[in-house]
Antibody, heavy 122, light 107 residues
Framework: EVQLVQSGAEVKKPGESLKISCKGS????????IGWVRQMPGKGLEWMGI????????RYSPSCQGQVIISADRSTNTAYLQWSGLKAADTAIYYC???????????????WGQGTMVTVSS | DIQMTQSPSTLSASVGDRVTITCRAS??????LAWYQQKPGKAPSLLIY???ILQSGVPSRFSGSGAGTEFTLTISSLQPEDFATYYC?????????FGQGTKLEIK
């Protein structure tokens, strides 16, 4: 079964760092782009960025560029989203999602992780 | 950046109704549009891609149409499990963007 399994919920204080994970299984992890999508409480979906694990090619939305780092470890089939200084405004559910097809750079997302709730509060 | 605008934001309908949700792009995106369904507390799930192609396993009462800047998602006969929030997403380039969502409520 193709699936993405994300790490568990986190509660952090402003200024702390955090790295959440998304582990792929059941497919060739290297060959499919994985994206990250943010959903703030009660709000819509916001695309943050995307990575191709095969060569670590990474693209960010303008609003997320410089605010987070997206990475991937091919040896463990895991993608990551990390912050070096969290803010209260980072409180959200974060989803990872895989491209539908491995053949092109732009695609819809067909497989989604279950989401990771990140709460940032003093 | 490409802005995606969905209408309506909220839609009240009854079981058996035919409903249509519209998504407009701020510039032409060809057919590079997907539709997702999200139920409370769950991750989104893919319904339609490339504007009109039904994702495997999605009921045939869902259909998508359009190209360029205007797209529609139609549910031909609403079922109880269809009450959810729907999002469009463009993927013409790597600056992906989502519409703000349409919440489909029971009338």
């Amino acid at each position: 079964e193709v699936q993405l399994v994300q790490s568990g919920a986190e509660v952090k204080k402003p200024g702390e760092s955090l790295k959440i994970s998304c582990k792929g299984s059941g497919y060739s992890f290297d060959s499919y782009w994985i994206g990250w999508v943010r959903q703030m409480p009660g709000k819509g979906l916001e695309w943050m960025g995307i990575i191709y694990p095969g060569d670590a090619d990474t693209r960010y939305s303008p609003s997320c560029q410089g605010q987070v780092i997206i990475s991937a470890d091919r040896s463990t089939n895991t993608a990551y989203l990390q912050w070096s200084g969290l803010k209260a405004a980072d409180t959200a559910i974060y989803y990872c999602a895989r491209h539908l097809d491995s053949s092109g750079p732009y695609d819809a997302f067909d497989i989604w992780g279950q989401g990771t709730m990140v709460t940032v509060s003093s | 950046d490409i802005q995606m605008t969905q209408s309506p934001s909220t839609l009240s309908a009854s079981v058996g109704d035919r409903v249509t949700i519209t998504c407009r792009a701020s510039q032409s995106i060809g057919s590079w549009l997907a539709w997702y369904q999200q139920k409370p507390g769950k991750a989104p799930s893919l319904l339609i891609y490339k504007g009109s192609i039904l994702q495997s396993g999605v009921p045939s009462r869902f259909s998508g149409s359009g190209a360029g800047t205007e797209f529609t998602l139609t549910i031909s006969s609403l079922q109880p499990e269809d009450f959810a929030t729907y999002y469009c997403q463009q993927y013409k380039s790597h600056l992906y963007s989502f519409g703000q969502g349409t919440k489909l409520e029971i009338k």
